[in-house]
């Protein structure tokens, strides 16, 4: 009976979720589709934000790897930019940023039961460096983009801490040969998963539920030969590292090769990994509005263990469209396997999708919303080991920004994230009510 009313009360405390984020983005479509009937007219420009990705979900996998350049809304960094930098080649680039929130968070913990809030802030200097096409992505370029980001409680400082996120990415073309990398290190002390596009804490730590601390460092390679104007041939290298620095499973490695093979190693006593993938892809760029792209397929699992090998299905997507001046939308979903950093012996397929959308009114005012959803299904990975925990993870996250002058940009944002698990222990949810002021340079 327990188990019954259970699964109940997370379907009826699901359903309503939904309804309330349906009924948010129904608001904002609606906006969008009421300032269609304004004149155009030219917005001032600022320097262009950090777009490298799209999306990140739990235990923070390498990003769609979409074979173009992706401009997303930067949740952290108010109103974004009109204005690209130049694709000429051997061209010195560099942007400065500085962000400020201040936040009230009703579960700092994210605990089930003891429920803890505080306010604090967010001191979030940027930096970019880079050379050749930064931002359009079309020819040979490298760019450095850092964020260290101070966070200071108000009841609570000795929680406070600092995150540091660091992305690294290149490109060189030959005449039908395009090589292409990038590197991420994000040091982290908190319960989220931040990423450059994301310190708000849209993307929570499920796994562990907790703050923790975690270095993540990903790496991905990638080598494209154009034989036809449409037809390809790729190669791949993946390499991800998660590194807890506390009482969980420290270390996990997981490498790909041709994204057809890998292997994935795990501290004991949990056991190593091989797996198989066998994929199909796509690469659809309709026109100049819509880029979309897709890898979907199965993967073959085998564990060094007693337990039998495991098939399971896996894709990646990733888009970006602008259907109307002033407005973009993007979209990230994946499903992938990774080891459980709280529990021995037990993998997750973890299954997300990410919306996001950006409206500009009246030239000065931008509209935000980023919608989330994730599934995390745990599984054995010896014999033995009974693996029950299901995770049903939401975030919704309205914003409004003002662009003030050229530089300087200020808004207000609000996040509702909520974690629906078959263990009650990590269940969760937390509200955030944040301000955020951003100058450029």
């Given amino acids: 009976m327990r188990v019954k009313s259970l699964c109940i009360s997370r379907d009826s405390r699901g359903a309503g979720l939904v309804a309330r ?15 269609q009937a304004q004149d155009t007219v030219q917005e001032e420009p600022l320097p262009s934000s950090t777009d490298y990705t799209v999306a990140q979900t739990n235990a923070a996998p390498p990003p769609p790897s ?3 350049g992706v401009d997303t809304y930067n949740s952290k960094g108010g109103a974004p930019s009109s204005e690209g930098y130049s694709a000429e080649p051997r061209r010195f680039h560099y942007s400065l940023r500085l962000t400020v929130r201040g936040v009230w968070d009703d579960n700092i913990f ?21 050379f050749g096409d930064v931002e359009g992505r079309g020819g040979d370029y490298i760019r450095l983009d850092y964020m260290p980001s101070i966070i200071l409680f108000v009841d609570h400082s000795d929680e406070d801490d600092v995150d540091h996120l660091v992305h690294v990415e290149g490109q060189h073309r030959f005449s039908r040969l395009t090589l292409w990398f990038s590197q991420d290190v994000d040091i982290l002390n908190n319960a989220n998963l931040n990423s450059l596009i994301d310190t708000t804490g849209q993307q929570a730590n ?8 975690l270095n993540l460092y990903v790496t991905r390679l990638r080598a494209n030969y154009e034989l036809t104007g449409k ?26 090769i041709g994204g057809t093979a890998g292997y994935t190693n795990v501290d004991d006593p949990n056991p190593d990994q091989t797996f198989e993938q066998v994929n199909v892809r796509l690469n659809y760029q309709a026109t100049g509005k819509l880029n979309f792209y897709a890898s979907t397929g199965i993967e073959f699992r085998q564990f060094d263990g007693n337990r039998s090998e495991r098939t399971s299905p896996v894709f990646e997507l990733g888009g970006i469209w602008h259907p109307f001046d002033g407005t973009t939308v993007t979209l990230a979903g994946s499903r992938n396997m990774f080891p459980s950093g709280f529990f021995p012996a037990q993998d997750f397929a973890a299954t997300n999708i990410v919306l996001r959308i950006q409206q500009r009114l009246l030239q000065r ?9 994730e599934n995390a299904d745990y599984f054995a990975t010896d014999s033995g080991v009974s693996a029950t925990r299901n995770d049903d993870y939401y975030f919704v996250e309205p914003s409004v920004d003002v662009l003030i002058t050229r530089f300087w940009s200020a808004g207000v944002y609000y996040l509702h994230r909520e974690d629906f698990s078959s263990i009650d222990s990590f269940s969760f949810y937390d509200n955030q009510v944040g301000v955020r002021t951003t100058i450029r340079f």
């Fill in 110 to 130: 994210l605990s089930n039961t003891d429920r803890v809030s505080d306010y604090y802030f967010a001191i979030e200097p940027a930096i970019m460096i880079g």
């Fill in 21 to 35: 984020m349906a009924l948010v983005a129904g608001g904002f479509i609606a906006c969008t589709l009421i300032v």
């Fill in 231 to 256: 037809l390809f041939l790729t190669g791949e290298f993946d390499a991800s590292i998660y590194d807890y620095r506390n009482d969980f499973i420290n270390s996990k490695v997981t490498v790909g």
């Fill in 206 to 213: 499920i796994d562990v539920s907790a703050r923790t601390q």
């Fill in 365 to 373: 005012v931008y509209l935000g919303l980023s919608a989330g959803y």
């Fill in 66 to 68: 979409l074979p173009y």
